[in-house]
């Protein structure tokens, strides 16, 4: 008897349902070990081909049916970024792209892999393409919430997948599109998404038993982004720190520069990314405690600020 | 895949018919004529005899879908197009005009148009995707794709031809229009293909070679393939003739693109007449 991970059987079901929707990867089966045996035809595996990947993706998308493809991050967002931007970007195609090992991914030491297989610039890049949605979700809870809304979809969503487990925290109801507040406070706002969210909290227990007053944010839908949290953040915080596993340039980062020069915004800013490097690969522990990243650092900024 | 009946005669009106209206356009802003006089034969074989116009019109999903890999030859599709009325003639007069899609490269807001292209390389990739969707629908249509003999530098070309085999999409044909030139210069000059046929055939597929200007050769190879059982996809590797039909651009690196004033096109048009009474 196999056991399925709850990805999977999240899939199964989805198909059972919709025989329209086809799992494909490109040869990247961390998440879908199990789903060939169980699968006849609505698997296609093109082998280690992103550019096909895509390709194929998007000749299914033509002919209705909802391609959902796998890719590590690094090879699905760079090899095969013109087909992405062309085939499906430009028709708007409902279309998912799948990416896994991004940032400083914890899942599996994916902090090990070392420069080629970094995914740093991952959201910058599909940010770029037009009609896409960007979402990066934090825990597998909020993999499953995405995967339920796909028919919302009217073009393609990459889902900057980080984190395979569920984090064991309070959470408003999932809505489409919408970011959300996870910490209450005052004064300071810590924003962040994926894997950084984890971290963050973790920061967040720190400042509150110094009773230092503070919010955090999952800024998980990156594009469209959620203005009215925006709103909601820079009317409310005088300080805000943007935590991300992500250079510096067109992120997170770049989106909240955008939004406060279009809105007038004069709160103080303070960006914690990975600049513009690549990051010294390595057991996550290590990996991390190595960049800005590290939750003690983001702890002594804060604090100090 | 049905094969109507013919005659040669009328066929090679058609196509000169076709080449008139390309000859227009290279005059209305210029279009990549040699390309478009290359494949034109086969387009024009594809949708005179063998696709069913009314299903491609009606979008019907059994209908057989091509896509124009090599996109800059759209010239030639659109006056195919045009010829057997699934766009109006009319319309080509909106060619490179800002309100219509009738571009350098193939764009889905035109009928029969099922998919975009103009970069080198995507296009296989599309139609194996397409080949993948008729197959889970159980549809028993074909998917032809046109490469451009240059367009095979691309690797991402050789990921599908792989893919195409490991699959056994035996509903997917290719057409190589092989006129041995690529933008600026012949491929066996700058990266040679050959042999070309022995490539595909070693990547698994069933392979046709045809003179891609003789309506009877075209005619019994892809006669040949929709008889043929082999359950893998099938390539015609079509031997064409850049600029073919009027001798001063055949096989001329001057015209791969072609900006013609008006009196240039009387004088081809007449040469286009004088060579299909020739036949």
């Not at chain 2, 030139?181 to 070679?209: C, M, V, Y």
Request: hydrophobic letters at 40%; one cysteine or more; aromatic letters at 10%.
């Amino acid at each position: 008897m196999i056991k399925m991970e709850p990805y999977e059987l999240k899939l199964l079901s989805m198909i059972e349902k919709d025989k329209k929707i086809v799992l494909l990867t490109a040869e990247n089966r961390v998440s879908l070990r199990n789903i060939p045996e169980k699968l006849n035809q609505n698997f296609i595996d093109v082998g280690i081909s992103e550019q096909n990947l895509i390709g194929i993706g998007a000749g299914l998308a033509k002919l209705g049916f909802l391609p959902i493809m796998h890719g590590m991050s690094a090879f699905l967002t760079m090899r095969a970024f013109e087909f992405i931007r062309t085939d499906l970007g430009y028709p708007s195609l409902p279309s998912v792209l799948v990416g896994t090992f991004n940032g400083l991914s914890a899942t599996a030491n994916g902090t090990a892999n070392g420069p080629t297989h970094q995914a740093i610039e991952d959201i910058a890049l599909m940010r770029l393409v037009p009609n896409m949605t960007v979402v990066a979700p934090s825990d597998l809870t909020e993999t499953l919430e995405i995967l339920d809304n796909l028919s919302k979809l009217n073009g393609p969503l990459y889902i900057r997948d980080s984190n395979f487990e569920s984090m064991s925290i309070k959470r408003d109801p999932f809505v489409w599109g919408k970011n959300e507040c996870i910490v209450k406070g005052d004064n300071v706002a810590i924003l962040s998404y994926g894997t950084m969210l984890d971290i963050c909290l973790k920061v967040s227990e720190k400042l509150s038993e110094k009773s230092f007053s503070h919010a955090v944010y999952n800024m998980r839908f990156l594009k469209p982004i959620d203005k009215d949290v925006l709103s909601e953040i820079f009317k409310n915080f005088e300080k805000i720190f943007v935590v991300e596993d992500h250079i510096s340039i067109g992120a997170l980062g770049s989106i909240i520069k955008e939004f406060a020069w279009e809105n007038n915004k004069d709160n103080k800013i303070f960006f914690i990314n990975l600049r513009e490097s690549f990051f010294r690969p390595g057991n996550f522990e290590d990996a991390i405690q190595n960049t800005e990243l590290a939750s003690g650092k983001i702890y002594g900024k804060i604090i100090n600020s | 895949m049905k094969n109507k009946n013919f005659e040669e005669n009328d066929f090679n009106d058609f196509v000169t018919s076709c080449k008139k209206n390309v000859l227009k356009m290279a005059k209305n802003g210029g279009c990549f004529i040699g390309s478009a006089f290359s494949c034109i034969d086969i387009l024009a074989y594809l949708y005179s005899n063998i696709f069913d116009i009314e299903k491609i019109k009606k979008k019907t999903l059994d209908r057989d879908i091509l896509i124009l890999s090599k996109g800059h030859a759209v010239a030639g599709l659109y006056a195919v197009l045009a010829q057997v009325g699934i766009i109006s003639k009319d319309r080509l007069e909106n060619y490179l005009t800002i309100h219509d899609d009738l571009y350098w490269h193939p764009n889905p807001n035109i009928p029969g148009i099922e998919f975009h292209s103009g970069s080198m390389g995507h296009g296989l990739s599309i139609g194996v995707g397409m080949a993948f969707a008729s197959k889970l629908s159980k549809i028993d249509n074909k998917i032809f794709v046109v490469l451009g003999d240059g367009e095979l530098n691309e690797g991402s070309v050789w990921e599908s031809i792989l893919i195409a085999n490991a699959y056994n999409l035996d509903n997917l044909i290719v057409i190589v229009d092989r006129n041995f030139r690529q933008a600026n210069l012949k491929t066996e000059e700058l990266i040679p293909l050959e042999s070309l046929q022995d490539k595909f055939s070693a990547f698994g597929w069933g392979t046709l070679l045809c003179n891609g200007h003789d309506i009877n050769d075209i005619q019994k190879s892809f006669k040949e393939i929709s008889n043929n059982a082999l359950h893998k996809p099938k390539v015609i590797i079509a031997n064409t003739v850049r600029g073919n039909g009027i001798p001063l651009m055949e096989d001329n690196s001057k015209f791969w693109f072609g900006n013609f004033n008006e009196k240039e096109l009387e004088e081809f048009n007449k040469i286009l007449d004088m060579e299909n009474t020739k036949k």
